[in-house]
């Protein structure tokens, strides 16, 4: 009586063949959906600000350069308008005058707000908001030190 060996083989001695292959169906369906929701979040993520860079050309010779405005505001809550003292209230009227007059046009000139490090938020916004309402859209931000 021959004796047939159990093993991998399985029952009654016939041979399985083994499949190697990978199934890579679930795979590709992952990287799709996945694909997909990167396509729709992709756009979501971006942020668009608008920059008001300067132009390339270097400007006129001939033209005279404005002296830069300069609003600071000192940890005591107080506001300078370059060199002179200003409250909230007169900061619009002061800086169109600091400009060059008192003409609407003075609002489209840029203006430059720095402040010390400990100003608290609100007071850096209270400026920045009334600069705004008033209709100063040309606000640059400075970060120094001011001594």
């Given at each position: 009586?021959?004796?047939?060996?159990?093993?991998?083989?399985?029952?009654?001695?016939?041979?399985?063949?083994?499949?190697?292959?990978?199934?890579?169906?679930?795979?590709?369906?992952?990287?799709?959906?996945?694909?997909?929701?990167?396509?729709?979040?992709?756009?979501?993520?971006?942020?668009?600000?608008?920059?008001?860079?300067?132009?390339?050309?270097?400007?006129?010779?001939?033209?005279?350069?404005?002296?830069?405005?300069?609003?600071?505001?000192?940890?005591?809550?107080?506001?300078?308008?370059?060199?002179?003292?200003?409250?909230?209230?007169?900061?619009?009227?002061?800086?169109?005058?600091?400009?060059?007059?008192?003409?609407?046009?003075?609002?489209?000139?840029?203006?430059?707000?720095?402040?010390?490090?400990?100003?608290?938020?609100?007071?850096?916004?209270?400026?920045?908001?009334?600069?705004?309402?008033?209709?100063?859209?040309?606000?640059?931000?400075?970060?120094?030190?001011i001594e």
């Amino acid at each position: 009586m021959g004796s047939k060996l159990a093993g991998p083989a399985g029952q009654g001695g016939k041979t399985i063949s083994q499949n190697a292959d990978i199934n890579v169906t679930p795979f590709v369906d992952i990287m799709l959906v996945l694909l997909i929701i990167f396509m729709v979040a992709a756009p979501l993520a971006t942020v668009s600000i608008r920059l008001d860079l300067p132009p390339a050309t270097p400007p006129d010779p001939s033209q005279e350069q404005k002296e830069p405005v300069y609003i600071t505001i000192q940890e005591s809550g107080s506001i300078f308008l370059a060199d002179q003292q200003t409250t909230i209230e007169t900061l619009a009227v002061d800086a169109c005058a600091a400009l060059g007059g008192g003409s609407p046009a003075c609002q489209e000139e840029r203006i430059f707000v720095r402040a010390q490090p400990e100003v608290p938020y609100n007071s850096f916004m209270e400026v920045m908001n009334e600069l705004q309402a008033k209709g100063f859209y040309k606000v640059g931000l400075l970060n120094e030190d001011i001594e």
